[in-house]
């Protein structure tokens, strides 16, 4: 996963928990709100336009230093348990269901959109900074030594400053509990509480189903938790010539993880739609989606930049490099000025921009199962129009990125409109049912 020398903990972001919501190492403050879904079943394509509104607005009223991941997350088989019957046939006809039932491998999903509210000044990022470019030569040089003391022995030199960071977790609670709030309009929705988050971290930090009973109880550490999430090593191993991950622990798990870099032009609904939904599929997987608003100056940087590799195109470089001059043929300069006239219409589109990833996680105990999972979902994304990305390289970047508040090491971020973004959203989720039943014995 990451360098031996180096401790498993470097794979995860967090540091501790702040009021209900955790603390990231970039100064970062995260919390989550779990969503109760709309069921595919019974969902029109208007149903899903207005998902798609609503994840819009409820998402672009965020305050600026703002992003959202939305995790689909479905694993883990439930054990179906009726109770005895006095009556022979009853009590026969009960087990047979029982047995059917627990064969069919019914499992768990849920829904969980992590909002994560940046530190605005950096301050984390400011000294850090400052003590990676003077720490190497803080015994040899004078000058160095000077730098890093001066930089820690100010008043404000704390990476988070403590009235900084209450003020700004008061502020990500009321933005959580303000879009929970308005997604309770559509379906059911609530934040959750510090306890209830942890085993959610765990669960990505391990792919154990267990953690995903909202039944399952385990108190937040109060310090080091990203030396808490692990069960053990995470490292690169190959499954017939294939790249994988191994998670150790008590139960050992093997996951793939495949980057969504091109998806269909109409995006909306895409993860319910059809016969064969993405989400309704079986076995053990996570479909993360995760975008992060750009500010108008990012906005304006971004597309300069995207004009200046455009403009690049029409360098030819071994003409400079003999000094002849060059001359672009009319298509070319056709094809270069359909470019700019794209990026021009597209910048002056009334709707704001984001840096967007999506990614399908695939896990399980049993490398064989984990092999024919991978054919499936393959096959199936790539009929319904999608382009993947089975990571190979980056894998452990795309690990990394899948974790709550790792979005930073994502290798596959694109620039699209925000409006795209929420067509995009997880949004639905399949009925569990009842888990328990009284009348049935649990």
Not at 109 to 115: D, G, P
Not at 177 to 194: E, F, P
Not at 364 to 369: A, H, I, Q, R, V
Not at 372 to 401: D, T, Y
Request: aromatic share 8%; glycine share 6%.
């Amino acid at each position: 996963m990451i360098p031996r020398d180096f401790p498993v903990s470097e794979a995860f972001p967090l540091i501790c928990p702040v009021g209900p919501h955790q603390l990231t190492k970039t100064g970062s403050l995260i919390t989550a709100i779990e969503l109760g879904g709309s069921d595919p079943d019974a969902q029109t394509d208007q149903d899903a336009v207005t998902l798609s509104m609503l994840s819009r607005v409820i998402y672009g009223a965020l305050p600026n230093n703002c992003s959202v991941s939305e995790y689909y997350i479905h694993g883990g088989s439930e054990e179906i348990r009726l109770r005895d019957r006095e009556d022979p046939l009853s009590h026969k006809v009960s087990k047979a269901r029982e047995a059917a039932l627990n064969k069919r491998g019914l499992a768990r999903s849920r829904l969980i959109h992590v909002i994560q509210m940046h530190d605005p000044n950096d301050w984390n990022g400011y000294l850090s900074t400052t003590l990676i470019k003077n720490l190497p030569m803080f015994f040899l040089s004078r000058e160095s030594r000077q730098t890093v003391l001066s930089r820690l022995r100010r008043p404000n030199a704390l990476i988070l400053r403590e009235r900084e960071l209450e003020a700004r977790a008061e502020a990500l609670s009321r933005a959580a509990d303000d879009a929970a709030a308005k997604w309770s309009l559509a379906m059911s929705a609530r934040r959750l509480r510090r306890d209830e988050f942890w085993p959610l971290l765990r669960f990505f930090a391990t792919f154990n189903p267990l953690f995903l009973d909202p039944a399952y109880k385990a108190p937040a550490p109060v310090d080091d938790c990203d030396v808490a999430l692990a069960s053990g090593d995470i490292v690169p191993v190959k499954l017939n010539h294939e790249d994988a991950l191994r998670l150790n622990g008590a139960e050992t798990r093997y996951c793939r993880i495949a980057s969504i870099h091109k998806t269909p032009k109409n995006p909306i609904g895409l993860w319910s739609k059809g016969p064969d939904p993405i989400i309704g599929r079986p076995g053990n997987f996570i479909l993360q989606n995760h975008y992060t608003p750009l500010s108008a100056i990012q906005q304006t940087f971004s597309f300069k930049a995207a004009r200046t590799r455009v403009d690049r195109t029409r360098v030819d470089l071994f003409s400079l490099f003999v000094g002849d001059d060059f001359l672009d043929t009319k298509d070319e300069r056709l094809a270069i000025r359909q470019k700019i006239e794209q990026l021009e219409q597209a910048e002056a589109l009334d709707d704001t921009w984001a840096t967007q990833f999506a990614q399908l996680v695939l896990f399980d105990e049993s490398p064989l199962k984990l092999k024919q999972s991978v054919i499936n979902f393959n096959n199936s994304l790539e009929a319904k129009g999608f382009s993947l990305v089975w990571e190979g390289v980056g894998l452990p970047m795309a690990f990394q990125s899948l974790q709550p508040g790792g979005e930073a090491k994502s290798i596959r971020q694109a620039t699209v409109s925000s409006s795209r973004a929420a067509a995009l959203s997880l949004v639905n989720r399949a009925n569990n049912g009842c888990r328990l039943v009284e009348d049935l014995n649990g």
